[in-house]
């Protein structure tokens, strides 16, 4: 599954203007070879307060920060599963996103249309909720034909495919009330076979309410109601401004920035709140390399172990890993230097069972 952000939504929501605020400042391509470059994907850097600091210590040639991708994925409407709008293409689009932002319409304007002709964001999430429902119930569908033909199989197929017509018709029944797939709890042998679906319902969503300039700092009315349906599904949801923060993206210093967010009470950019919550809800964490060459952060999964760590950089540094030496991002902004991090004898060695943390700087020591 993709590092990525899906913006998803009806039409003239504002998608499209938060996709290109987000990445209005491309990350440099060059430093990350894996990322897919097509028009509608944006590659955005994760500001980082910590890496801002360690290369205000190490005075690195160069600073690289971690990175989210961001898709802006057009074309859903009523009937998209049926093959209305873009239909097809744009679920298929869908299906390879990480995790989901559904941006919902919190702000009026009679100059600019809304497809059902008034703005209600319960009746906007319920129509996109249940399009993308329908898609997985065509998938789930399709596999029960599958799986049927499976129950005269040999004995353990059979077994097999018992438990999963079960898991199957908990998600028939599910979606079929336009409930999302992560609403149902499953045990973990169950889990096993719907990851495979690969359903677009069981991934986290996270709803975008795009406000009025005038709400941008406490919301309105309308975003209560998406907080409200966000909270009962026990989704995340954050308010912004696409206008004001397009205007932002426009501003060419950070000065300029800082300024204008100040003029509009707000703190930070609701842009920074929707790239952090994106990369949290995808299970990313950040770990550092830190050196006169270079200050990095790098992108890894919550549990990884040290060596997954070190593919990340390189996989001849997973295949030959060794060891890594690790210290903890606290303990160099408050000692300074290497050398007394290693004084004071808070250099760690950790082997390959090691469970990297969120801001740990390390180093890894391999042999290819
Ligand atoms: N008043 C107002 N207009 C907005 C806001 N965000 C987007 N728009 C306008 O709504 C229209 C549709 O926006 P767009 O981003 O293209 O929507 P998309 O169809 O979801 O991609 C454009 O004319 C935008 O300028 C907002 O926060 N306030
Ligand atoms: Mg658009």
Redesign the pocket.
Known sequence: MGLNCGIV????????????AVTSAPAEAANYPFCTIEPNVGIVSLPDKRLDNLSELFHPKKTVPAIVEFV?I?GLVGGASKGEGLGNKFLSHIRQVGVIAH?VRC???K??IHVSNKVDPASDIETINIELALSDLETVEKRKVKTEKLLHAGKDAAKAAQAELEVLEMLNKALSDGKPARSIEFTDDQLAIVKDLQLITMKKQLYVC????GSAKDGNQYSKIVEEIAAKEGSAAIVV????E?EIAMLETQEERKEFLEMAGLEESGLVRLIHAAYNLLGLRTFFTAGEDECRAWTFHEGDKAPQAAGVIHTDFEKGFIKAEVYSYDDIMELKTEQQIKLAGKLRIEGKDYVVQDGDVMHFRFNV
């Open positions: 939504g009806l039409p003239n929501v504002g998608k499209s203007t938060i996709f290109s802006d057009a941006v702000f009026d304007d100059d600019i795009n406000v009025d300039e401004c696409g206008k004001l397009a």
